[in-house]
């Protein structure tokens, strides 16, 4: 008897459960259906890089935010706001909505729409609340995130047809590249019409693109920085070991002497490029790893030694004997003689062609791009490689130009200073309105008076009085 009430007990438990759920799905069906929340399904910005094949949004660059959210029937979404971030700028101007629907979402419907801007929120209104099943498009224009970049994310809200205001959510952040001065200002050129007018012709925007020049100018500028740093290191450590092979050479030993002879030989008669190639190529085979920029420092001052050899070599040789035997008249070695009386002199007549030296040497370290070293040629290469333009290898040169042209000016000032040219001076004589120079004498100025000696006659005539004098004493006025 227990069992059996216990069974009956439970059946009625059961059966009072299944009839409770039952007219709790009845009530439900009866209640009129509304989505849970406006579900976010897409947020993001137009890819606004120039390159091409470049997926990056730019930052302080023009682009577009397309917002979509997927709406249920009887929502009756009355308007959406969304919250750029901080710093971020827009316009309302062309924003529109577009409502999605169809079997797959491809039946576009145009909401008549009212757009408004609050500081950083845009807010889109709509004339009849949004009551089909669909994807709710938001479009806006004229976008520009702030020029340093970082996570962008975008916030907002939805209000519906009863009043009640949401928040949404699902909002993806935007990444945004930072971008620098250099790239402001030539997204800046990019728009002006005499730039685009110049960019119309194909041998202008290949060989000189205003926009990207001063984008590459940058890039290429570190490059620079590399390059002079290998002529820093590499020239200073060529003078001493041109200097010591200079005095191998003229040395009394035969050993020494051979072997200065034969290194400079060898290194002035290969080309430097095969050096280069040997060394970054050839070590490596050898078990021998070298960093890319001590390796090229070592090439390019190996090179440099033995043409600074025979650059010391000639100016030790130019300096007469007489000198030699004066130092030792005065008790001095070989040794003495060289340091203090024979190498100072030395130094001072081969500076101009030391300095010619240092500008082929830093020209010489373009050829280190062929094995990778980044130096003016190499990132200006890159540049190329990815735009397809000549412009950056114009950059490359300036840069080059900004070295050799002051110090190529300099060594003519150096070698016109040594050789003892005398600087001309024009000797300018004012007259006044009375014809008188400064001083007192007076001249007259008109025709030749007859009477004035030609080239042919080595005497002249004064105007005034006939007399003849000398050319000495005409110079003397």
């Known amino acids: 008897m227990n069992t059996t009430a216990r069974l009956t007990k439970s059946s009625r438990l059961l059966f009072a459960a299944l009839c409770t759920a039952f007219i709790a799905a009845i009530v439900m069906l009866a209640?009129?259906?509304n989505a849970q929340a406006l579900e976010t399904s897409k947020c993001s910005a137009r890819p606004n890089a120039s390159a091409a094949g470049d997926n990056s949004i730019l930052g302080?660059?023009?682009?577009?935010?397309?917002?979509?959210?997927?709406?249920?029937?009887?929502?009756?979404?009355?308007?959406?706001?969304?919250?750029?971030?901080?710093?971020?700028?827009?316009?309302?101007?062309?924003?529109?909505?577009?409502?999605?629907?169809?079997?797959?979402?491809?039946?576009?419907?145009?909401?008549?729409?009212?757009?408004e801007d609050a500081?950083?929120?845009?807010?889109?209104?709509?004339?009849?609340?949004?009551?089909?099943?669909?994807?709710?498009?938001?479009?806006?224009?004229?976008?520009?995130?702030?020029?340093?970049?970082?996570?962008?994310?975008?916030?907002?809200?939805?209000?519906?047809?009863?009043?009640?205001?949401?928040?949404?959510t699902g909002i993806p952040a935007v990444e945004v590249v930072?971008?620098?001065?250099?790239?402001?200002?030539?997204?800046?050129?990019?728009?002006?019409?005499?730039?685009?007018?110049?960019?119309?012709?194909?041998?202008?925007?290949?060989?000189?693109?205003?926009?990207?020049?001063?984008?590459?100018?940058p890039v290429v500028f570190w490059g620079f920085l590399q390059a002079l740093a290998i002529v820093a290191c590499a020239f200073p450590l060529a003078i001493p070991i041109g200097l010591?092979?200079?005095?191998?050479?003229?040395?009394?030993?035969?050993?020494?002497?051979?072997?200065?002879?034969?290194?400079?030989?060898?290194?002035?008669?290969?080309?430097?490029?095969?050096?280069i190639y040997i060394a970054f190529f050839g070590l490596p085979l050898a078990g021998i790893q070298v960093p890319s920029f001590p390796l090229g420092v070592i090439v390019l001052f190996m090179n440099s030694g033995a043409y600074l050899c025979e650059i010391f070599r000639a100016g030790i040789q130019s300096i007469p004997k007489g000198q030699f035997e004066a130092a030792r008249s005065l008790g001095m070695n070989g040794a003495q003689t060289m340091v203090f009386v024979i190498i100072p002199q030395t130094v001072r007549r081969v500076?101009?062609?030391?300095?010619?030296?240092?500008?082929?040497?830093?020209?010489?370290?373009?050829?280190?791009?062929?094995?990778?070293?980044?130096?003016?040629?190499?990132?200006?290469?890159?540049?190329?490689?990815?735009?397809?333009?000549?412009?950056?290898?114009?950059?490359?040169?300036?840069?080059?130009?900004?070295?050799?042209?002051?110090?190529?000016?300099?060594?003519?000032?150096?070698?016109?200073?040594?050789?003892?040219?005398?600087?001309?001076?024009?000797?300018?004589?004012?007259?006044?309105?009375?014809?008188?120079?400064?001083?007192?004498?007076?001249?007259?100025?008109?025709?030749?008076?007859?009477?004035v000696s030609t080239p042919d006659n080595p005497k002249l005539a004064d105007a005034q009085d006939g007399e003849f004098i000398t050319p000495e004493k005409m110079s003397s006025l």
């Open 178 to 217: 930072e971008v620098n001065p250099f790239e402001q200002f030539s997204n800046f050129l990019a728009d002006q019409s005499w730039v685009q007018a110049w960019n119309s012709n194909k041998f202008c925007k290949l060989f000189l693109d205003p926009t990207l020049l001063v984008t590459s100018f």
């Open 351 to 451: 500076i101009p062609t030391m300095t010619s030296e240092f500008i082929l040497l830093y020209k010489d370290t373009s050829m280190l791009a062929a094995v990778g070293v980044m130096e003016v040629v190499m990132y200006a290469k890159t540049i190329v490689a990815s735009t397809g333009s000549i412009t950056p290898y114009i950059v490359a040169a300036c840069f080059y130009l900004v070295i050799t042209l002051p110090l190529a000016k300099l060594v003519g000032n150096l070698e016109a200073r040594l050789a003892g040219t005398p600087k001309k001076r024009r000797r300018k004589n004012k007259i006044d309105k009375d014809g008188k120079k400064e001083g007192g004498a007076s001249t007259t100025v008109g025709t030749i008076p007859s009477g």
């Open 31 to 33: 209640l009129p259906a």
């Open 60 to 115: 302080a660059t023009e682009t577009r935010i397309t917002w979509e959210g997927m709406t249920e029937a009887g929502e009756g979404v009355e308007s959406v706001s969304l919250t750029l971030p901080e710093g971020t700028s827009f316009t309302t101007d062309n924003a529109r909505s577009t409502l999605l629907t169809g079997k797959d979402l491809m039946t576009r419907n145009a909401l008549t729409t009212t757009f």
């Open 244 to 275: 010591l092979l200079a005095l191998m050479r003229m040395s009394k030993f035969r050993v020494l002497r051979g072997i200065a002879t034969t290194y400079v030989n060898v290194v002035r008669g290969t080309p430097l490029f095969l050096q």
């Open 119 to 168: 500081g950083q929120t845009l807010t889109a209104s709509f004339a009849k609340p949004v009551n089909d099943a669909g994807c709710l498009r938001i479009e806006v224009y004229g976008v520009f995130f702030p020029a340093s970049g970082g996570s962008m994310q975008i916030t907002g809200t939805y209000t519906l047809a009863d009043g009640s205001t949401h928040n949404l």
